[in-house]
């Protein structure tokens, strides 16, 4: 039998939520999520991220718009940006007259391998919040389009340049019960290396997906891949995204505002 316990069962129960009652979150739920997120793991116990919350509705009404057009995003009563931070490190190096050892500028800067190593820190920690949130009956979504429109969510939210807002959650109590969406592990998990899928096994998990996520008449598409192809990767937002992402790196390695 597989072990459960209260902790697999909520996170098993889990799903995205998309409407959410008008009622604002009380403090202490908000203390409580924030200080859950803080206690996720962080890369040599640096909190290489920050977190903005963003609960006024004019700054909420523009990313509704900025993130690729969703309106929940507005009526969300709380929302949470998590953004890497090596900002906070390199000021406070520069604070500790680190950026000029011997009085000449020592030039450390920080590169791709931080940069992930803090979208790692705000991940986690947005997980964290998540589930923190589940169990006081707070329901959220993440908002990847967030990775959109660089340079007007940097002007928007005062993003400095050693930053990178990595995701943003939409918290709020759930109108509606949401639907749980099921999965392989097969899909997943791989043993002792990356296992490329034959042929034969991709034909296997197109199947698999036409049946999990594909009916009714996969809007107008001929399978689940196709529908993905189509309105996920051909578009304009995956586009838009890979050129404010490109953005971002190209403001880290050269400082251009
Ligand atoms: C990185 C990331 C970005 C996402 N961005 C959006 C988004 O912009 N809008 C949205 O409605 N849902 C977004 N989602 C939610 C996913 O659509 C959702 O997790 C997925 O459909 C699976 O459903 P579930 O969370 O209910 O299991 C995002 C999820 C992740 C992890």
Same mark, same amino acid.
């Given at each position: 039998?597989?072990?459960?316990?209260?902790?697999?069962?909520?996170?098993?129960?889990?799903?995205?939520?998309?409407?959410?009652?008008?009622?604002?979150?009380?403090?202490?739920?908000?203390?409580?999520?924030?200080?859950?997120?803080?206690?996720?793991?962080?890369?040599?116990?640096?909190?290489?991220?920050?977190?903005?919350?963003?609960?006024?509705?004019?700054?909420?009404?523009?990313?509704?718009?900025?993130?690729?057009?969703?309106?929940?995003?507005?009526?969300?009563?709380?929302?949470?940006?998590?953004?890497?931070? &090596?900002?906070?490190?390199?000021?406070?190096? $520069?604070?500790?007259? =680190? @950026? *000029? /050892?011997? +009085?000449? !500028?020592?030039?450390?800067?920080?590169?791709?391998?931080?940069?992930?190593?803090?979208?790692?820190?705000?991940?986690?920690?947005?997980?964290?919040?998540?589930?923190?949130?589940?169990?006081?009956?707070?329901?959220?979504?993440?908002?990847?389009?967030?990775?959109?429109?660089?340079?007007?969510?940097?002007?928007?939210?005062?993003?400095?340049?050693?930053?990178?807002?990595?995701?943003?959650?939409?918290?709020?109590?759930?109108?509606?019960?949401?639907?749980?969406?099921?999965?392989?592990?097969?899909?997943?998990?791989?043993?002792?290396?990356?296992?490329? &899928?034959?042929?034969?096994?991709?034909?296997? $998990?197109?199947?698999? =997906? @036409? *049946? /999990?996520? +594909?009916? !009714?008449?996969?809007?107008?598409?001929?399978?689940?891949?196709?529908?993905?192809?189509?309105?996920?990767?051909?578009?304009?937002?995956?586009?838009?995204?890979?050129?404010?992402?490109?953005?971002?790196?190209?403001?880290?390695?050269?400082?251009?505002?």
């Amino acid at each position: 039998m597989t072990p459960a316990n209260q902790t697999t069962e909520l996170m098993n129960a889990r799903c995205s939520t998309r409407s959410y009652a008008p009622t604002p979150l009380r403090d202490d739920e908000k203390q409580a999520i924030l200080h859950t997120a803080m206690r996720a793991p962080t890369a040599g116990n640096m909190l290489l991220y920050s977190i903005i919350e963003i609960d006024d509705q004019t700054i909420k009404d523009r990313l509704a718009e900025t993130c690729d057009h969703q309106p929940f995003i507005a009526k969300a009563p709380w929302v949470l940006l998590f953004v890497a931070d &090596l900002q906070k490190w390199m000021d406070l190096f $520069a604070a500790s007259g =680190l @950026d *000029r /050892l011997d +009085g000449v !500028p020592h030039g450390v800067t920080p590169g791709p391998g931080e940069l992930m190593l803090a979208c790692c820190d705000a991940v986690i920690a947005a997980q964290n919040a998540v589930i923190a949130a589940e169990s006081l009956g707070i329901g959220s979504c993440y908002i990847g389009d967030i990775l959109e429109l660089g340079e007007t969510h940097a002007e928007l939210l005062h993003l400095p340049r050693y930053t990178f807002p990595v995701t943003m959650l939409c918290l709020g109590r759930p109108k509606a019960r949401p639907h749980i969406v099921e999965r392989y592990e097969k899909h997943v998990v791989h043993r002792n290396g990356y296992h490329r &899928l034959s042929d034969a096994e991709l034909r296997e $998990a197109s199947g698999d =997906l @036409d *049946r /999990l996520y +594909g009916a !009714p008449g996969f809007g107008g598409y001929d399978n689940y891949a196709q529908e993905i192809y189509a309105r996920k990767f051909a578009t304009d937002f995956a586009a838009e995204a890979n050129r404010s992402v490109a953005w971002w790196l190209e403001r880290w390695r050269t400082g251009t505002e």
